[in-house]
């Protein structure tokens, strides 16, 4: 079946270490790309997305990720992480014209 | 502008009772989406409304029924609650469905215990 798969379900890091959350698809064709976080009770947040152009996308907070089209990934990067990055985090691919479908999510929890 | 709001935030059910959850949005958005959240399943789709007059199912639509009530309006009924429907719920909506470009905004959540 196809999917959206974020392999990592909870990612410990301390403030100021490099943060990598891995995604993978399995949708061939045309795709929308999308990472989302959500705060502890709160609701799902954009944080970027690509639709087309250059594969490295930047978006809010000084995140930012890559899409590489052979590794059918999407992989989001943050440089240094801070306390207030705690949250889950989720991949989100919409193939062609479809609806959009969501990976299990990331928890990142980050130490002060 | 409020986005997506939704309302009730947190709602107990005893199995077998029937509610409705409310959603509004106020981005003048064509299409607009109910997802569950569980733990370990990320968000998946109970049912969606390309535009005001159309719904369709999701991948999850069993137990669920919707009401496109008019462009802002979307609800969502459980008409004899499980308690595998304990979940949150979001409401979401975006300019169209489908179409390059469009980004998914979500609500607040409701927060639903059917015992």
């Known amino acids: 079946a196809q999917s959206v798969s974020q392999h990592n379900h909870h990612v410990i890091l301390s403030e100021a270490a490099s943060l990598e959350l891995g995604c993978n698809y399995s949708y061939g064709g045309t795709v929308n790309l999308f990472w989302y976080v959500q705060y502890p009770g709160q609701h799902l947040q954009l944080l970027l997305k690509?639709?087309?152009?250059?594969?490295l996308v930047k978006g809010i907070k000084g995140f930012e990720a890559e899409f590489i089209k052979s590794k059918f990934s999407f992989n989001l990067r943050k440089p240094s992480v801070q306390w207030s990055d705690t949250a889950e985090y989720f991949c989100?691919?919409?193939?062609?014209?479809?609806?959009?479908?969501f990976g299990t999510g990331t928890r990142l929890t980050v130490i002060p | 502008n409020a986005g997506v709001t939704q309302t009730p935030k947190f709602q107990v059910l005893k199995t077998g009772q029937s509610m409705t959850l409310q959603c509004a949005q106020d981005?003048?958005?064509?299409?607009m989406y109910w997802y569950r959240q569980d733990p370990g399943m990320g968000l998946r789709l109970i049912y969606y409304?390309?535009?005001?007059?159309?719904?369709d199912k999701g991948e999850v639509p069993n137990g669920y029924n919707v009401s496109r009530l008019n462009k802002r309006e979307f609800s969502l009924r459980l008409e004899s609650a499980a308690p595998s429907q304990t979940s949150v719920y979001f409401c979401?909506?975006?300019?169209?469905?489908?179409?390059?470009?469009?980004?998914?905004?979500f609500g607040e959540g409701s927060w639903l215990t059917v015992v």
């Open positions: 690509y639709f087309s152009g250059d594969p």
């Open positions: 981005m003048n958005h064509n299409s």
């Open positions: 409304s390309a535009s005001e007059g159309t719904t």
């Open positions: 989100a691919v919409r193939p062609g014209a479809n609806n959009l479908f």
């Open positions: 979401a909506s975006s300019e169209s469905q489908g179409a390059r470009g469009n980004t998914i905004y």
